[in-house]
């Protein structure tokens, strides 16, 4: 049977804008003493972009944490405007990243990233009837972020999928609920 762990004591070691690290520690269920390192970070969206049914948005951006590209849906944590109505993420993350506007919005389920060590959690939507947003009207990208926009079949997605080249987690969850929505 698995058993609850209790905390004993705990403290902040870092706190940044986007996560923070909590110190626990824990007694286990046979007693024994233990130590937890958890990353505690903001929630986040990720958007499944459909243009039509079959195709859909992805980005190719430079991520520093793995010193290399990587193709992925777009996605952007939630800030306190948009605690209460995720939905508002969609929307500024659309702009910012694809300079889209959606036609609607449905959040499909939601995950923990990696429960061994953090608490981040995504809420993931997907959106359909894209329509470009004037010059006018978008919004800045976050400093320093640079991406290409690739419209992507179905089918490409599927065989990047399958050598292996998709391996952004929420990207894979994107391509296996396309897959799901395609019966």
Do not use: C
């Amino acid at each position: 049977m698995a058993e609850r762990e209790q905390v004993t004591n705990s403290n902040i070691v870092y706190e940044g804008p986007i996560f923070s690290v909590e110190k626990q520690e824990v007694k286990l269920y046979n007693g024994r003493q233990s130590q937890r390192d958890i990353v505690r970070h903001v929630p986040a969206i990720a958007v499944l972009p459909f243009v039509d049914a079959d195709h859909m948005m992805i980005e190719k951006q430079y991520r520093a944490t793995i010193g290399d590209f990587i193709l992925e849906i777009p996605a952007g944590k939630l800030d306190e405007r948009d605690l209460a109505v995720p939905e508002h993420a969609v929307e500024r993350e659309l702009n910012e990243e694809l300079r889209m506007t959606a036609g609607t919005i449905e959040r499909v389920m939601g995950f923990f990233e990696t429960v061994g060590f953090s608490d981040a959690y995504m809420h993931v939507y997907v959106a359909r009837d894209l329509k470009p947003i004037p010059l006018s009207k978008q919004l800045p990208r976050d400093l320093g972020e640079s991406l290409d926009l690739i419209t992507i079949s179905f089918d490409e997605m599927k065989t990047l999928f399958e050598s292996g080249k998709i391996n952004d987690q929420k990207t894979v969850l994107a391509f296996l609920y396309w897959s799901y929505l395609r019966g």
